[in-house]
């Protein structure tokens, strides 16, 4: 039985059409609400959930901006891209669990209207992120989204993309010329950790593997060390670790 399912308003979309050409298995549904419900129905468990895949189009904003209280206003990630809801990653601590009523991969298809919509936008120097709701990467080979963004944030200069990862799928990127003004950022932890909480993820090993490929191909990396989860022995895996990563990467 196919867990992947399409609106029918996908096929008046580039992105939508693209998308088909590689997913031959497939039912229709009428809207993300219907698709939400029969969720819900199954009463699946979370990483069952995570199986089903649903494309789309986006009816609101796709720029979106952080909520961030005084001690946190003055640093620089102001900004994301909802472009694709959830991951088949099961990290324990991730509070996606909880900020979405499901575990369901979404992903809207109406790139356009995102693009149309960052048009409008001109605080220079921001940075905007992609990977806040989703991972940027893991699906990257069906969906191909960071060749659309990548292609068109090299065309603003004045602003950041930043694409946030824990997957090492990095083989589009390094079919696509870096820009200076993209960061691929990928989040470390110590193999400890990665093991007991950030279960079907990239091993640590795979991800300084992958950042190392794309740095040694021209693009800036950045290091996301969060979160910090007190384990037993963690000044010891802590110093281990930060040595495995920083020392390729310098």
């Keep these: 039985m196919s867990k992947i399912y399409i609106t029918e308003d996908i096929k008046n979309h580039k992105k939508g059409l693209e998308i088909l050409e590689k ?12 698709f939400v419900k029969m969720i819900h129905d199954m009463n699946l468990t979370n990483e069952e959930e995570k199986q089903y895949m649903l494309f789309t189009t986006k ?3 796709f720029l979106k901006s952080y ?6 206003s003055k640093i620089k990630e102001e900004f994301y891209l909802s472009y694709e ?6 990290c324990l601590y991730c509070y996606l669990r909880d900020y979405f ?22 605080k220079t120097g921001s940075m905007i992120s992609a990977g806040i709701v989703n991972d940027t990467l893991v ?3 069906l969906t191909n989204v960071t060749a659309d963004l990548i292609g068109y944030f090299k065309d603003r200069p004045k602003l950041i993309l930043e694409l946030r990862t824990k997957s090492h799928n990095i ?3 390094l079919e696509i010329t870096p820009s200076k003004n993209i960061l691929i950022s990928f989040t470390f932890s110590p193999k400890e950790v990665i093991d007991r909480y950030e279960l079907r993820a990239s091993s640590l090993k795979e991800r300084i593997a992958a950042a190392k490929k794309l740095q040694d191909y021209g693009y800036s990396i950045g290091l996301r060390l969060d979160p910090m989860i007190d384990i037993e022995g963690s000044d010891l895996a802590t110093k281990g670790w ?6 390729p990467l310098t």
């Design 23 to 34: 997913i031959k298995n497939y039912k229709l549904i009428d809207d993300e609400k219907a």
């Design 59 to 61: 009816k609101g904003n």
């Design 67 to 72: 909520y961030l209280d005084d001690n946190l």
């Design 85 to 90: 809801n959830n991951c088949p990653f099961n």
């Design 101 to 122: 009523n499901h575990s369901a991969f979404i992903f809207y298809v109406n790139l356009e209207d995102m693009f149309a919509e960052l048009d409008k936008f001109n």
């Design 139 to 141: 699906h990257d080979n």
């Design 171 to 173: 083989k589009n990127l």
């Design 242 to 247: 930060s040595r495995k990563f920083f020392l």
